[in-house]
């Protein structure tokens, strides 16, 4: 398995999720920079990850998806690769077109970070096949993760089996406690909670390893 | 920089002499009798732009002036130490080639004016001095005072100074993991926001601010100049009056993405071998950065104002001096490097412009499109600068009474009421909104069963972990400020202890009122010297600080608040203790003290008997060392299961906090944990459970017998005060899910209900 991060200017976990793919997975795991047009189409697993990208002073993400890697990541999205959007990465998804939907901010209007009690809503996704039949706890940090879609959307993605992690009480204000939402191919996944924060025995929670070890399941070593 | 250097005797022979009224010379925080120490120093007038940059560098702010001398008192220096006070930040050795880096700083009067932007600021600022070092920041805390909960400022101050510096940190990707929060109507006017930065360096590659290599380039870098902060050194150097609302033009708009991008910027640069001397533009801006530079080189800088970034077109060069923008940084260059440097600014998108160069000459020399603008020997700006022996009138004597309470008290509502109370209710509504994890380091987490009395945070790629807190009482310190000092000194050492870690050093910041005021110096007079005390007895020198000095709104001062920053050294991070209770079977043991039941402005005379009256607390070095001593062995020989040290609120609110920390079951079958005191204990004792004796720890083991072995064998006094127990161990009614804390008296409360009360007050408040 071949994987890669974006790094945006203003992106603040883009080392975390290196760190945590090579320790969960044991894989190298290569950085690739906001002003690239292109990248190697042999990686599986292309990352955006958490962060303030350009300082996010406009809406979240809203100038990311025009920066220009992101062209190539539509590529990579086009070819069946595996694409995955952590918070800003999620938010920069939706803004490229790449999810449904868009994040506005919170429902109390406040940065976020703490914890949260997450349900799998659906567990033959590429990212969620591994986790096991229980629910998930993953910290949350994000001001802007009230996720927003209209009716027939929000129709179409449980027809489609698209939301993958429902929060199980209302957190930010989502419709239908979204916090995971995957592509109609389920090759997309974006989602607010951070995984890769949740890896690591010493900081007291490991439920992010199995969405990893998900991966490594669907695509091989 | 074009034209050849300006002489002083040519601008003698051009300028007129110019005069200025008093009135002009009090903007630019200048008094009289300064000025004609100018005059005398020059030898001649200064143009204005030469009068702004004395009148930035004369500040209290930057020049200590009124401080200085007791801050020299101050213990400064141990084996580990690497940098003490003097450089952006103090440095010291943790080992394996590693240092740490870290200072606090206040922003208090700009949050004041505008608690967004001031706080948001406050923590741009702190970053940049721990960064400028070479050092990349790990982690972030903060100290807070707001006026009474009542009063019609606090509320919006709360809500903006909290989101300031959640705006900022969570930006730039730098957790924020520890911090403290108070009320009080001395802050009515003058809310207190400390800022304070921890970072991780190799020890032999720290940076200086010391400029060297005449020639050399001076290189810009980062955001452009605005008016933003015009003044803000001496604003912060002046008391308010109610008419305040007339200086925010002077507080400075932060942009936490240009600062994240510095970071990167700055450390890449600093693996290549490309910087002589780096200084970041704090206070007083472009003046302060070039004269400290120059003044720590003993030789001169050539600026050419004209080639600095402008943000608006018509700035005057006495603007450009004092500008206090954020996110710029001054740096001297190798030559043969510059073109390196610029590679990687231009990577990061961020202006790098060479704007001067060193001279030997050792001056400060301004140049405005060709002309000279001023010239000023660096020795009159930054040696010659004032230092004052403030009149320091005889303290106010302290009360030497001890408060006694004979009346019995209903321990129970006393507990509620005091958990309930603005200065112990959670604070959870502040630190949900600061990102405590990015970095995965965080191994101690607000609320959480990995909660600690400071904050655990990992040093990547080893074993180890730093231990970090913030520290200060003022109420003991209103009512003896040596106490204050000494007190803030010894918590904060107890709170790393409680932690695991071995305390190392400490940063301080010392705010007080109008110094021109004798009883104030008084003030600050004896709680530096309290710190010092307290620091040397510990072994725990001051390594860096800040004095924010006119916290003065209209006459009235706040109450001396000499917050004191920790910093302590886990050398495994498997060592680390946590304040929870997660076990059933724990014997609760306090350490230390033989509990006189100190009542004395004590939170439970403030909450529940509306006083604040009597001496605080005495502070005993040697106690605290022997049972802190204590702790720690008894941390590196497993016998501790949790820890937490008895402070504000005293024995019962400490215990109580252990139990509402985590999830209050029994980790290993998830049964919920009850509390079950000793029976034998004095029931109806207020000062007993809530007096603020210091020198104690309550500890929770399953090795009661070494552990009261132990501490009798140090000589410290033990004291077994209960246990915990699982709900279905406890015998209790069928069907019985929740866990409950009895009380000697018999009376009990569930945890749910307690939690509820703790949780409670801050949000509801907030909603208003």
């Not at chain 2, 008895?646 to 920390?661: F, K």
């Not at chain 2, 008296?745 to 007050?761: K, M, N, P, V």
Request: aromatic share 6%; hydrophobic share 45%; glycine share 10%.
């Amino acid at each position: 398995m071949r994987a890669a991060v974006v790094v945006f200017p203003g992106s603040n976990c883009d080392t975390d999720v290196v760190t945590g793919l090579q320790t969960v997975l044991g894989i190298a795991v290569d950085r690739l920079w906001h002003k690239q047009t292109h990248f190697d189409a042999a990686y599986d697993l292309v990352v955006l990850p958490g962060g303030f990208s350009y300082g996010d002073y406009l809406r979240c993400g809203a100038i990311a998806a025009h920066s220009p890697i992101m062209a190539e990541v539509k590529r990579h999205a086009e070819r069946g690769g595996y694409l995955l959007g952590i918070c800003n990465g999620f938010q920069i998804l939706t803004e490229a077109g790449l999810l449904p939907g868009g994040l506005r901010g919170n429902a109390g209007l406040q940065f976020i970070c703490r914890d949260v009690a997450l349900q799998v809503a659906n567990r033959n996704s590429p990212f969620t096949c591994a986790l096991p039949n229980a629910d998930l706890t993953l910290p949350i940090a994000h001001h802007d993760g009230n996720y927003l879609i209209d009716d027939d959307g929000l129709k179409r993605l449980q027809d489609q089996d698209q939301i993958a992690l429902t929060y199980t009480t209302p957190v930010n204000g989502s419709v239908a406690n979204i916090a995971g939402v995957l592509s109609a191919n389920k090759r997309v996944l974006g989602l607010m909670p951070h995984p890769e924060r949740a890896v690591d025995q010493a900081v007291g929670n490991t439920d992010g390893r199995e969405i990893f070890l998900s991966l490594q399941t669907t695509i091989g070593a | 920089m074009s034209k050849p250097v300006a002489t002083q005797a040519a601008i003698v022979a051009t300028d007129e002499a110019p005069t200025y009224s008093p009135q002009v010379l009090r903007g630019l925080g200048l008094k009289v009798d300064e000025y004609e120490r100018i005059l005398e120093l020059l030898g001649r007038a200064p143009n204005f732009t030469e009068l702004a940059v004395f009148g930035a560098l004369w500040s209290e702010h930057c020049s200590y002036k009124s401080s200085k001398k007791y801050l020299k008192t101050l213990p400064t220096s141990a084996p580990w130490v690497i940098q003490g006070p003097g450089e952006n930040a103090g440095v010291i050795d943790i080992g394996d080639g590693l240092a740490a880096v870290f200072k606090i700083e206040s922003h208090n009067h700009p949050s004041f004016i505008e608690p967004y932007q001031g706080s948001a600021t406050g923590v741009g600022g702190i970053l940049r001095d721990v960064f400028t070092m070479g050092a990349r920041p790990i982690a972030l805390l903060n100290a807070l005072r707001f006026g009474d909960p009542s009063h019609a400022k606090t509320r919006s101050l709360v809500a903006g100074v909290v989101a300031g510096i959640g705006g900022y940190g969570n930006c730039v990707g730098v957790p924020t993991v520890g911090g403290e929060c108070q009320f009080h109507a001395c802050y009515n006017g003058n809310n207190l926001v400390n800022a304070m930065a921890v970072g991780i360096a190799q020890a032999d590659k720290i940076f200086y601010a010391k400029a060297a290599g005449i020639g050399n380039p001076v290189v810009y870098v980062g955001a452009k100049t605005g008016r933003d902060g015009v003044h803000g050194a001496t604003m912060a150097s002046a008391a308010f009056s109610a008419s305040e609302q007339a200086s925010r033009p002077t507080v400075q708009v932060g942009d936490p993405f240009k600062e994240k991008l510095l970071i990167e910027a700055c450390l890449e640069l600093m693996n290549e071998d490309a910087i002589i001397a780096i200084q970041d533009m704090g206070a007083a801006g472009l003046t302060s950065s070039a004269c400290e530079m120059a003044s720590k080189g003993g030789i001169g800088i050539r600026l050419d104002l004209s080639a600095v970034p402008l943000r608006e077109a018509d700035l005057q060069p006495y603007e450009i001096m004092l500008s206090e923008s954020q996110e710029r940084m001054l740096m001297v260059l190798k030559p043969e490097a510059t073109a390196k440097a610029q590679a990687i600014f231009a990577k990061w998108d961020l202006d790098a412009v060479v704007v001067g160069s060193l001279i030997a000459e050792p001056v400060l020399e301004m140049q405005w499109h060709g002309e000279s603008a001023g010239v000023i020997p660096i020795a009159a700006l930054v040696d010659e600068a004032p230092q004052y022996d403030r009149p320091v009138a005889a303290l106010a004597s302290p009360s030497q009474q001890p408060v006694t309470l004979t009346k019995p008290v209903a321990i129970l509502p006393a507990l509620q009421q005091l958990l309930a109370s603005p200065n112990l209710a959670s604070k959870r509504w502040i630190w949900q909104q600061y990102d405590r994890h990015v970095g995965v380091n965080s191994l101690s987490d607000s609320g959480a069963a990995t909660a600690s009395d400071a904050a655990v945070v990992r040093v990547t790629g080893t074993r180890k972990a730093l231990a970090m807190a913030t520290d200060c009482n003022p109420f003991y310190g209103a009512a003896d400020p040596y106490i204050g000092g000494a007190q803030a000194v010894v918590e904060s050492w107890r709170n790393l202890v409680a932690s695991g870690a071995k305390p190392l050093a400490l940063t301080n910041n010392l705010n007080f009122g109008n110094p021109e005021k004798p009883e104030i110096m008084a003030q600050i007079k004896a709680a530096v010297t309290g710190i010092g005390d307290a620091a040397r007895a510990l072994d725990y020198p001051v390594v860096s600080g800040n004095v924010s000095l006119y916290n003065d709104t209209d006459g009235v001062g706040i109450y001396p608040t000499p917050v004191i920053g920790g910093v302590g050294l886990l050398a495994d991070y498997s060592q680390r203790l946590s304040m929870a209770l997660t076990q059933s079977g724990l014997s609760l043991v306090q350490l230390g003290s033989s509990c006189d039941g100190w009542l004395g402005r004590s939170q439970y005379l403030l909450t529940v008997e509306g006083q604040e009256a009597g001496a605080p607390p005495p502070v005993d070095f040697a106690a605290e060392r022997q049972v802190g001593e204590l702790v720690l062995a008894l941390n590196q020989q497993q016998r501790l299961a949790a820890c937490h040290d008895i402070s504000d609120g005293g024995l019962l609110v400490a215990l109580a906090e252990m139990w509402l920390t985590g999830a209050g079951t029994d980790a290993a079958n998830a049964l919920p944990l009850n509390v079950q005191l000793t029976p034998d204990l004095p029931a109806s004792d207020a000062g007993f459970w809530f007096g603020e004796d210091q020198a104690r720890y309550l500890v929770a083991t399953l090795h009661p017998d070494q552990v009261l072995a132990a501490a009798a064998e140090a000589g410290v006094p033990a004291l077994l005060l209960g246990q915990t127990t699982a709900v279905a161990a406890a015998g209790g009614t069928a069907g019985e899910t929740v866990g409950k804390l009895t009380l000697p008296d018999g009376q009990s409360i569930t945890r749910a209900a307690l939690q509820t009360i703790h949780e409670s007050w801050l949000p509801a408040y907030m909603q208003g």
